[in-house]
């Protein structure tokens, strides 16, 4: 698909997707002045690899973990503000449990419990492994 073809399947005309304020209505408007551009970043892209500075950034927010009322930093979880939900499905395993659309968090125990049950019914042995990804993205930071 050529790039001004995906330029005007775009929707969202009066939404802007970064903090520019540019949104897919004003490219349509000034494609003939923007469109040089547009097609050497893509280029850029598609041959070294690399977003442009400035390009590859989202907005970041914080969201308090367990307390409603939190003091401190490490009571926030930061959270990325990009519209990933397009792509999530494609990105994420099928073994991932959560954050996809028809799956739950809570399918992982459920299925983990039933391979214990399992074992012991057969009387084979068993090994587990729990792994705690709590303070995981705690470490950015």
């Known amino acids: 698909m050529e790039i001004k073809e995906v330029v005007w399947a775009c929707g969202g005309n009066n939404k802007s997707p970064r903090s520019d304020g540019y949104n897919f209505k004003f490219i ?3 494609w003939h002045i ?3 551009d547009i097609v050497l970043i893509l280029d850029e892209f598609y041959v070294n690899g690399r977003i442009p500075r400035g390009e590859n950034f989202s907005f970041i927010t914080f969201i308090p973990k367990k307390n409603e009322n939190p003091k401190k930093f490490g009571e926030y979880r930061p959270i990325s ?3 990933l939900k397009v792509v999530l499905e494609k990105v994420i395993g099928e073994l991932q449990c959560a954050f996809i659309g028809g799956r739950n968090i809570l399918d992982g125990v459920l299925i983990a419990n039933e391979m214990v049950d399992e074992a012991k019914r057969n009387k084979n042995p068993c ?3 729990k792994f705690d990804y709590e303070k995981t993205y705690d470490l950015v930071f």
């Open 81 to 83: 503000l990009v519209r």
């Open 28 to 30: 349509k408007s000034f």
């Open 34 to 36: 923007l469109k040089i």
């Open 127 to 129: 090994l587990i492994f």
